[in-house]
């Protein structure tokens, strides 16, 4: 049985989530662990929140025990077919990748399986205690858990279809995987995390998740006849904003349970700065 | 001529409301306006009543000129299987495994069958104005080459692979199955994937001739539109910003304006550092300071980037105002637009 996490994080867009992955790879690496951070996305996130301008294929080092990495759509192919696929020594995997990476854009979910196949070969290296992983979307998440299983419908008897099953029993090991969806209390995050966990539970893919709820005003000590007290002007707009904001969070934020709260971050902070106090608020969380 | 414009940006940004927004500025000044959603939030959803519409334009109550329209994925790929392929072939490839799940989870998909949506719009001659909210997917630019990419998918780059000749027929295909490749293939792939694929290839093949012409079509609309990019200040929708007008100017489309969601009022910046005007209760007045300059900071972060990107690509940045909760009504989305002064530029 595998040691190490696999820490998948997913949410919508523009809730933060690579915000939260990144922040939750550092409070790991602060605890000793080594860590590597995956993005399938496009690695800007995650190369932002950690100080890495481009990240690429190969792990780089970006803070002590932190390693982080992005998809490359080429080099995932080769190391697929080489390690993952173990082709044979002098097999033609160049032209088969060449015509796999067609075949990406048309077989159902052989894309998915060779990003999420990648963090989970990373796993079964045994070099490192946690691999978190930043997913790009929700609905890229469900694709990826889907992934195996529908490969192993598609192709039960090829080496792909071999490679699909030993994923999928990974993916929904409880005591390997932990599933972190981040949202925000606002309408489309929180009914789009919703439809999410319904759809975990139905397909059981993959264990339940733990729901960050990230960008949560820390409520202010005035209210509503107080502000009214105050002349018309900035101190009073900027109240007024404040208040309309902690009502409508407060409307939505109970529309989930989450297992923790992130604070809104307000002002001149950079992406890097970002990570590392959501790392100290994040705490023993995940 | 019917004007296009195409709200593209990250997730999260406010895209639909945004379309939205611009689509009933347009229809108040008379002109006949589309737009086309995806995923509205149920709010906005009401406001437009689309809620259980779905893929057919409806009017919107309440405002003359104005149709909305939901896309749906599965329909629109059924209406272009429907329109370019044989009827037998087109009942084979809506229940082929591969198609169905291309129709879900090609990421190219949902952005073509938006602009198939599109250009069906602009050709029905019904409208001056079509607005098109982009799908979330991974990059704005998908929306820009989902016709390339879904032309290039269909015209049998695979199966030339796989058989190594051009275009052979299904029974040419299957006595090459000794080929060396072939076997190769069928190792690693497993022989009913193999065999799924040819047909599945095969079939969407017959549809070449028609939608190559069609991707070209649309190809034409996507270039003769105008594309506006929606952003906030968060980092994220920042940098798929920046990335984004540099994509765009290599493929020569160059964005009309940015369009700033949820900023706030920049005399706060200043406001924040100047003494106020007397309050009594010396806790209160600590406390609204104290928020007046977290507030300010926020202000500050947004008006450095909308500078940094006026400056950096010579676009308009229009400031929209954050407003909470978010626009519910029709007169709400139109006032949420109103500092971009759609106005002119239709006149132009």
Redesign the interface.
């Known amino acids: 049985m595998l040691s190490t996490d696999l820490v998948l994080v997913s949410g919508k867009g523009g809730t933060g989530k690579s915000a939260v992955a990144s922040a939750i790879a550092i409070e790991r690496a602060r605890r000793g662990q080594t860590v590597l951070a995956i993005d399938l996305g496009n690695g800007l996130g995650l190369g932002a929140h950690l100080r890495a301008r481009h990240l690429t294929y190969k792990p780089v080092e970006v803070r002590a025990g932190l390693y982080a990495m992005t998809m490359e759509r080429t080099a995932a192919l080769d190391e697929y077919f080489k390690k993952q696929l173990h082709m044979p020594q002098g097999a033609p995997t160049k032209p088969i990748a060449g015509a796999l990476s067609v075949l990406v854009d048309a077989a159902p979910g052989v894309r998915e399986i060779i990003s999420i196949g990648k963090p989970v070969h990373e796993l079964w290296q045994g070099t490192w205690d946690a691999v978190i992983v930043d997913t790009p979307s929700l609905g890229q998440f469900r694709s990826y858990l889907r992934a195996p299983m529908t490969i192993s419908e598609l192709a039960p008897t090829g080496a792909v279809g071999r490679q699909a099953s030993a994923l999928a029993e990974v993916l929904a090991d409880a005591g390997t995987t932990r599933v972190v969806l981040v949202t925000n209390p606002a309408e489309l995050p929180v009914i789009e995390t919703r439809e999410m966990l319904e759809h975990i539970r139905e397909e059981q893919l993959c264990p339940a998740p733990s729901v960050v709820m990230n960008r949560m005003l820390t409520p202010a000590s005035f209210d509503d006849s107080d502000l009214n007290s105050l002349p018309t002007g900035p101190l009073r707009a900027a109240g007024v904003h404040q208040l309309s904001m902690e009502r409508s969070q407060a409307e939505w934020a109970t529309n989930v349970d989450a297992d923790a709260t992130l604070p809104f971050l307000r002002g001149v902070l950079t992406p890097g700065e970002v990570a590392v106090q959501l790392a100290d608020a994040i705490g023993t969380i995940v | 001529m019917t004007r296009t414009i195409i709200v593209t940006g990250?997730?999260?940004?406010g895209k639909t409301t945004l379309s939205a927004g611009i689509a009933v500025e347009a229809a108040r000044l008379g002109l006949r306006t589309l737009v086309l959603t995806i995923d509205p939030?149920?709010?906005l959803a009401d406001a437009l009543g689309v809620a259980e519409l779905g893929d057919e334009p409806k009017p919107v109550e309440g405002e003359p000129h104005l149709h909305a329209a939901m896309l749906d994925v599965a329909a629109s790929w059924e209406a272009i299987i429907h329109r370019y392929a044989e009827p037998d072939v087109g009942d084979r490839l809506l229940v082929n495994?591969?198609f169905?799940?291309?129709a879900?989870?090609?990421p190219?998909a949902q952005s073509y069958a938006a602009g198939e949506r599109m250009a069906d719009s602009i050709e029905s001659k019904l409208y001056d104005v079509v607005v098109v909210d982009t799908p979330?997917s991974?990059?704005g630019l998908d929306f820009y080459l989902a016709p390339a990419?879904t032309g290039?998918?269909i015209s049998g780059?695979?199966l030339k692979?796989?058989t190594g000749s051009h275009l052979p027929g299904r029974s040419v295909l299957y006595r090459m199955t000794a080929k060396p490749?072939l076997k190769?293939?069928?190792?690693?792939?497993?022989?009913?994937?193999l065999s799924?694929?040819a047909d599945?290839?095969l079939d969407l093949r017959t549809m070449y001739d028609g939608l190559s012409v069609r991707t070209k079509t649309i190809d034409r609309y996507l270039r003769a539109a105008d594309t506006i990019i929606a952003t906030?200040a968060?980092?994220?929708?920042i940098?798929?910003t920046r990335?984004f007008f540099d994509e765009l100017g290599d493929i020569r489309i160059a964005p009309r304006a940015v369009l700033f969601n949820r900023t706030?009022?920049t005399?706060?910046i200043h406001?924040?550092g100047e003494p106020?005007?007397e309050?009594d209760?010396p806790?209160?007045m600590a406390?609204?300071?104290e928020?007046?300059v977290?507030?300010?900071?926020?202000a500050?972060?947004q008006l450095?980037a909308a500078d940094e990107l006026s400056a950096r690509y010579g676009v308009p940045v229009y400031e929209l105002p954050?407003t909470?909760?978010?626009p519910a009504t029709l007169d709400d989305l139109a006032d949420l637009v109103a500092p971009a002064s759609i106005s002119d530029w239709l006149a132009e």
């Open positions: 990250a997730g999260g940004v939030a149920k709010r495994p591969y169905r799940a291309i879900d989870r090609f190219a979330p991974g990059g990419r290039a998918l780059k695979l692979w796989l490749m190769f293939a069928d190792v690693v792939l497993g022989g009913p994937m799924d694929v599945f290839v906030t968060d980092p994220t929708p940098n798929e990335r706030l009022p005399e706060w406001a924040s106020h005007a309050i209760d806790g209160l406390a609204t300071t928020n007046l977290a507030w300010a900071s926020e500050q972060r450095d954050w909470v909760p978010p």
